[in-house]
């Protein structure tokens, strides 16, 4: 699971309100006619941070429309981002590229220098996970500057262990640990734990994924510890420590399927079912509530 955006959403919806002079820092008058676009660019962040993409993306949408009636270049850019980083956690990759090319684009005219570097670093990120790392690096080879926006240092320390770099990657992302805030931890310490497990290090990449657990739990990020947990199985899985590994396993079901994350448990349930026959444990129950989560049926889900 790709889990992270690669700075906190929440905080790009802040940016969108800041004054752009000088002098006495007031909050502009936003119109009428745009507070509505705000209001569904808040609801979005609040959706997406929960694991809630699907809600999240029809918050987006409509923010774009708000923002698109309004003429303002700056929030259909963000939309788009935001939007595209919905369609990336909801596996609909072509969309996913194609909603941060073009918010790069329109932020590039604008000047906005931030903004399109998170759009490319997303667009980066996203053509890893379609395994099309040589336009990955082809694009990253091309800024420059990179080394002054930490939003390339996750998708850079991808390409290094592909480049069978692993050291490098491993360096990569322990420095950057330095002084990150809690959204960028867990997701440096998320990828370490896959670079630390691709190579079976999988003590270490358990202890990886756990500091990444404890800040996904803490600020309520249930999508992101649906995929912790499914790590740390896989972790215990390498250690044969099977029956750990199915309790992760089952929590991360079960979150997934109270988050609508269908695609996730069908992707992880042949390891779920095996894991259950390696440690003995009865399935049927929460083969039950994930079956009527997934329906829709769940009387207070955290997408209600």
């Not at 690669?6 to 008058?29: H, R, T």
């Not at 009428?32 to 808040?42: D, F, G, K, N, V």
């Not at 999240?56 to 981002?81: H, I, V």
């Not at 002084?179 to 931890?185: R, Y």
Request: glycine share 6%.
């Amino acid at each position: 699971m790709k889990k992270y955006s690669l700075i906190p959403l929440a905080l790009l919806a802040f940016i969108i309100l800041l004054p752009s002079c000088g002098g006495k820092k007031e909050m502009p008058v936003i119109p009428e006619w745009e507070q509505q676009a705000h209001r569904s660019l808040r609801h979005g962040n609040a959706a997406y941070h929960k694991g809630c993409y699907l809600l999240a993306s029809r918050y987006y949408q409509a923010a774009l429309e708000g923002f698109t009636t309004a003429d303002n270049t700056y929030g259909t850019a963000l939309a788009l981002n935001n939007l595209g980083n919905t369609f990336r956690m909801r596996h609909q990759y072509d969309d996913a590229l194609a909603c941060y090319e073009e918010a790069g684009q329109r932020a590039s005219r604008r000047g906005e220098k931030n903004l399109e570097m998170l759009s490319t670093a997303n667009r980066i990120s996203l053509l890893l996970d379609m395994n099309r790392a040589d336009e990955a690096a082809s694009i990253l080879e091309k800024i420059a500057d990179r080394e002054t926006f930490p939003v390339f240092r996750r998708p850079e320390a991808r390409l290094l262990d592909l480049s069978a770099r692993q050291k490098e990657a491993e360096e990569l992302l322990k420095t950057a640990l330095h002084g990150a805030g809690p959204v960028e931890k867990a997701g440096l310490y998320f990828t370490l734990g896959n670079i630390l497990l691709e190579q079976n290090r999988a003590e270490e990449a358990r202890e990886a994924f756990i500091k990444a657990l404890g800040l996904d739990k803490a600020a309520g990020r249930f999508g992101a510890t649906a995929s912790d947990l499914m790590a740390l199985a896989r972790c215990d899985f390498l250690m044969e420590n099977y029956t750990e590994a199915y309790d992760s396993a089952r929590r991360a079901m079960e979150i997934w399927s109270l988050t609508g994350a269908a695609h996730e448990v069908a992707e992880h349930k042949a390891f779920f079912m095996e894991l259950s026959e390696k440690s003995g444990a009865d399935t049927s129950l929460s083969l039950h509530f994930i079956k009527i989560w997934l329906a829709g049926r769940a009387i207070a889900g955290p997408c209600d």
